[in-house]
Structures are given as structure tokens and as C-alpha cells.
């Protein structure tokens, strides 16, 4: 078979390469990688099994950057817990009080709770840090596994200062212990938040601190996980050549946004790229036998090797790998859309809704009055839109257009820049200049929380389309599962420059993959989203 053939390695195949890619943009992919930066060693060949030591690679892992990045968390998180420490015993009275008439050895009460705050509790915090894997490259700086990690790490931290206080029979202030590990776990957010901020900006703009990745498969299902791994530059891959498995004839007259071979030796390819992960796309990693001869090919290379299933718009929550007689069975579970999970996001939605009305009101009044102002009219635009289940209601939003904006639109279909069922102009003549602004900076959105306090609406979700902009069939109608929102994936992601297509493929994805903690994370994005004023328009 073509996977079959691609995967034995040989040194005697001829190549063949495209000469129709698109030379890519990005300065980091259009720049050569020097084969020495890679330290590969030539001269010996790839080992066909693990060495004994990790020290005693043969090859070193081609991609390093997490080592200066991990070296970088475990500072500042040496230094967040000893800031927590410090702030505890300034500020607490009673901090030391369970250090009182105790000593160890040659150390006294205060010298035994300094070392015990500022020596004791923040190694072990790192050792337990680095033991529940918050220090691992595959979840730093992307996805919420590294946050719940710490937080993980945090409840631990607290229980086992509990035991061994229980045990030694040491009283030690309830409120230290809590100040401690709360302000703790907040500043080991801070400081991962800023780092995974500074590591994103370090790859849009320079391209270090990524994986550059070679694509195997058929030519479509490199091109799709192509466009997955390039739609987020934060996420540190970067395709640097396509390998066919099917031959360089399905790709030929076809032009690529990256060069794409046929019939080569891998390592070889590795080397003459700079490549330094392998991603076997789709169909490709559906031999068993043919895969786990590639990885064995690689033992010792310091090449990654990641698969890129067929499973597509699905998270990791949903997926679970279940090995039965050495077949791993990927099971994908349904969507939760109920449960626990589900009545906490309700009830998130409904006090801050409450909250929100409450203490914005005096700033909505403002905007109510500015609108006035501008243009003779109601305050409030309403329009029937498709909800929960397919049941209309009634959106609230500041009107932000003249008032005879419904009719003037028949005159401007041609003139829409959006497609599907949505119509966007980034310059709409009905749109009045205080409007403009409210929309640049989504305010005209905050009256939605009368929306979300009756139930018709969630604080995150699916943007609501109007109910006469079409039936809703086919994919779009799986919107229909979960409440609208006020915000999105799809907001976070682009908002208005995005295409009708991309914005469904992203709400099916919030569909299919929703949880809290995924709630929580875009209403953190939407933040820097509005601030930016990124596709707001």
C-alpha cells in the first residue's frame, strides 16, 4: 500500500517535489533553518529502540524550546509562593502562632516557621507542581489543562499541610493556610497567564519557541489539518512541507501554500527542512503496524511524532483513548449538555446577569441618553430571533441605527460584505456615529442581559440570528441545542471578519465541546476581543 511504501525509510528513493506552493508569508516559515541548529549527527544512524537514560540520547529532541520556557515558570513560580508567604506573615497577626514554644533541632519557633514558609513550602509546592505534570511540554502554553493542573496542585498542597499538621499536632492558623494557598494559586495563575502571553507573542512575531511540522497523508487531509494548526498562531505549529502518501500525482496542477513531496526517505526530509515534528494525517495513521514501524523509525532521532486523527472539530474531553488487546480504540462520548456542569452555568448566568444590570445601570442610562441625542427615536432595538430549541424572542439591544434603517436595507443587499445569514457592511450609511462607536466597543450588547436574566439567553453561546433569515436545517439547526449567547466562540475568534462558513463550523464546535471551564476561557478572550475592537463593525 502507499503507507506501506512511504514508511520503509528507504535511502535508494528518488523525490519529487511541486514546484506550485505559495511562498509563505510568515517570516518565520520563509526562513531556512540551518540543518547544524538542529545538532544532527549524521554519521549515526537512528537507533531502533530506547536508550536506557534519557541522558544517554543519542540524538538530543530537535525541538527545545520549552527548556528556557520551563526554566523561566519555575522561577516565577518559586517566586509567586514566596510572595504568598511573605504577604501572609506581614499581614497576619497570627501567623506564627502554631510555631510558638517549638523547635527542631537547633532552630527555634520564628527561625522554624521562616524556614518552614520560605524553604519548606515553596520546594515542596514546585516538587508537587512538577509531579502533577504542570511543568510538561504538551500542555504548556495552550488549553486549560495547565490551569487545572495548578489548581489541581493547589488543593493538594493544602491537604497535605492539613495531614501533617494533624499529625505533628501543630496548630497553625486557619487563616494563614487559606491566605496562603488562595493567594498562591492566584499569583501561579498570573504568572502562567503572563508567560503563555509572552510566549504567544514571541511566535507570532518571530516564530520561536514552535514546532515546525511535516504534514503525512493524502493531499485533503494534510490541507485540512494545514488550515486547523494555521488558524491560531499562538498555537506554535507550523507546517513546513507536505508528504503524500498517495503519490505525487493527486497533487499535480494543484497549488499549495507549503511544498509538498512524494516518494522521500522521511529522516532525510526532516533534515533538508528543519523540520522537527512528524504529523501523520488522517487515513495515514489508520495501519496500526505500518505507525508504530514509523515511531520505532524515530526512537532516538529527537523527532516528535503526533497523529492527526479523522476526528475532526472534536476536544480531548470527548475523546478517550480504551486499549482492548493492544488496539487503541479512540471513544468519543456525546456532548454534555446537562448535569452539574450544565445547571452551574444556568445559575452563573442568571446572578451575573442580575449583578451586571444592577451595577451598570447608571452607565446604561448615559447610553440610553446619547442616543437620544444622536437620533430622535427609541432607545432599544428589538427583534425576534431564533432561540433555544428553535423558540423566538424578543433580543434587547441599544439601537445603534436611524430609525428607518429596516427599510433603507433593501437598497444595500448588493452592497453586503458578509455572506449566509448575516449582513455586515464595514461602512453602513445607517448607522449614526454614537452607534458606531457602541458597536466598535459591543456596548450595544449590555442591554442582552435582560435577555440572559429571563432565561431567552446565555452570558456564552451561539450569536442569535434573526428568525426570518432562513429555516435553519442541516448543520446550522445543531445551534439550536444550547441558548444564544452574548458572546462566542465565533467572537473571540474574528466576529465580523469571518465567513458564514467558518462562523457556523465554530459554533458547532462550541456545541459539540462545551464546558464551564470553556465558558470561563472565552469570556476572558471576549475581554481582550472588545478592547482591541477586533471585527467589530
Not at 527555634?108 to 511540554?137: C, E, K, M, Q
Not at 446537562?338 to 444592577?358: Q, T, Y
Amino acid at each position: 500500500m502507499a503507507v506501506r511504501n512511504l514508511f520503509r525509510m528507504r535511502e535508494d528513493v528518488g523525490d519529487v517535489t511541486t514546484s506550485l506552493h505559495r511562498p509563505v508569508t510568515d517570516s518565520s516559515r520563509s526562513k531556512p533553518v540551518p540543518y547544524d541548529s538542529f545538532e544532527w549527527q549524521q554519521d549515526q544512524p537512528p537507533s531502533n529502540g530506547v536508550p536506557r537514560s534519557a541522558w544517554n540520547r543519542t540524538h538530543k529532541r530537535l525541538s527545545r524550546w520549552h527548556r528556557p520556557y520551563t526554566l523561566a515558570l519555575v522561577i516565577l513560580d518559586l517566586l509567586a509562593v514566596l510572595l504568598a508567604s511573605f504577604l501572609a506573615s506581614t499581614l497576619l497577626e497570627k501567623s506564627k502562632s502554631g510555631f510558638a514554644g517549638k523547635s527542631l533541632l537547633f532552630l527555634h519557633d520564628a527561625d522554624l516557621f521562616s524556614v518552614f514558609a520560605y524553604v519548606v513550602l515553596p520546594l515542596g509546592w514546585l516538587i508537587l507542581l512538577w509531579a502533577n505534570g504542570t511543568y510538561d511540554r504538551r500542555y504548556l502554553g495552550l488549553g486549560s489543562e495547565e490551569f487545572k493542573r495548578i489548581v489541581r496542585t493547589s488543593v493538594t498542597v493544602v491537604a497535605a499541610v492539613s495531614l501533617l499538621a494533624f499529625a505533628t499536632k501543630t496548630g497553625l492558623s486557619r487563616g494563614t493556610v487559606a491566605m496562603v494557598s488562595v493567594s498562591a494559586l492566584l499569583f501561579l495563575l498570573f504568572d502562567r497567564v503572563a508567560a503563555r502571553q509572552v510566549l504567544h507573542l514571541t511566535r507570532r512575531r518571530t516564530g520561536h519557541g514552535a514546532h515546525r511540522m511535516i504534514l503525512v497523508g493524502t493531499l485533503p487531509e494534510a490541507l485540512e489539518v494545514y488550515t486547523a494548526v494555521t488558524r491560531s498562531p499562538a498555537a506554535g505549529l507550523i507546517p513546513v512541507a507536505i508528504h503524500l502518501t498517495d503519490g505525487y500525482a493527486a497533487a499535480r496542477g494543484i497549488e499549495t501554500p507549503v511544498p509538498v513531496y512524494a516518494t522521500r526517505d522521511l529522516l532525510s526530509l526532516v533534515r533538508e527542512v528543519g523540520a522537527d515534528t512528524i504529523a501523520v494525517c488522517g487515513s495515514a495513521s489508520a495501519e496500526p503496524g505500518e505507525l508504530r514501524r514509523l515511531a520505532w523509525q524515530l526512537e532516538g532521532t529527537g523527532v516528535d511524532l503526533v497523529v492527526a486523527p479523522q476526528l475532526t472539530d472534536i476536544a480531548g474531553p470527548r475523546v478517550h483513548i480504551r486499549p482492548i488487546e493492544g488496539l487503541p480504540l479512540l471513544h468519543v462520548e456525546e456532548p454534555t449538555l446537562s448535569g452539574p456542569g450544565w445547571l452551574a452555568k444556568n445559575l452563573l448566568d442568571r446572578v451575573a446577569a442580575g449583578l451586571g444590570l444592577l451595577v451598570l445601570s447608571p452607565f446604561l442610562a448615559i447610553i440610553a441618553l446619547g442616543i437620544k441625542l444622536s437620533d430622535p427615536g427609541p432607545v432599544f432595538f428589538r427583534q425576534p430571533r431564533v432561540g433555544h430549541e428553535g423558540r423566538t424572542f424578543r433580543v434587547w439591544k441599544f439601537r445603534t441605527m436611524y430609525v428607518d434603517a429596516e427599510e433603507r436595507k433593501a437598497t444595500l443587499e448588493e452592497l453586503n460584505e458578509s455572506d449566509g445569514m448575516m449582513f455586515k457592511m464595514k461602512v453602513d450609511p445607517r448607522i449614526f456615529s454614537f452607534g458606531q462607536k457602541l458597536r466598535a466597543t459591543s456596548m450595544d450588547e449590555l442591554p442582552q442581559l435582560i435577555n440572559v436574566l429571563k432565561g431567552e439567553m446565555s452570558l456564552v453561546g451561539p450569536r442569535p440570528l434573526p428568525a426570518d433569515d432562513g429555516d435553519y436545517l442541516g448543520d446550522v439547526r445543531r445551534r439550536l441545542l444550547v441558548r444564544p449567547g452574548m458572546t462566542g466562540l465565533w467572537q473571540v475568534s474574528g466576529r465580523s471578519d469571518l465567513s458564514w462558513d467558518e462562523a457556523v463550523r465554530l459554533d458547532l464546535y462550541y456545541v459539540d465541546n462545551w464546558s464551564l471551564t470553556y465558558d470561563l476561557g472565552i469570556l476572558w478572550r471576549t475581554i481582550w476581543v472588545v478592547l482591541k475592537r477586533k471585527g467589530a463593525y
